[in-house]
C-alpha cells in the first residue's frame, strides 16, 4: 500500500528512540512475510535505536525485538 503526498512518515524517518506505529509495509510479498514474522506487522510500534557509523543499517525495536534494518527497507514502512 502506498500512501500520496509529502506528508507520509517511514521508519527511516524516526529519530533515535522516536516511537512510530507501522501502518503498512510497501515491499515485495516475500521480504514482507519475514518482516512480519519478525513482529512487523500493522498497528505495532516500532522504535528506531542505535545505528552503524554512517547511519546505515539501523536496528529497530519491535515486539521486544531488535532487527537491523538497511535504509532502502526502512524507507518502504510506512508510519501511521
Same mark, same amino acid.
Given at each position: 500500500m502506498q500512501l500520496s503526498g509529502n506528508s507520509a512518515r517511514t521508519v527511516a524517518d524516526l529519530a533515535h528512540h522516536e516511537t512510530g506505529v507501522l501502518l503498512s509495509l510497501d515491499l515485495e510479498p516475500a521480504l514482507a512475510d519475514r518482516l512480519m514474522l519478525l513482529g512487523f506487522l500493522p498497528g505495532e510500534s516500532v522504535e528506531a535505536a542505535q545505528s552503524a557509523?554512517?547511519? +546505515?543499517?539501523?536496528?529497530?525495536?519491535? +515486539?521486544? @525485538? *531488535?532487527? =537491523?534494518? $538497511? $535504509? *532502502? @527497507? =526502512?524507507? $518502504?514502512l510506512m508510519l501511521k
Open positions: 557509523p554512517g547511519g +546505515d543499517p539501523r536496528v529497530y525495536r519491535v +515486539d521486544g @525485538t *531488535e532487527i =537491523a534494518l $538497511r $535504509r *532502502e @527497507t =526502512a524507507l $518502504r
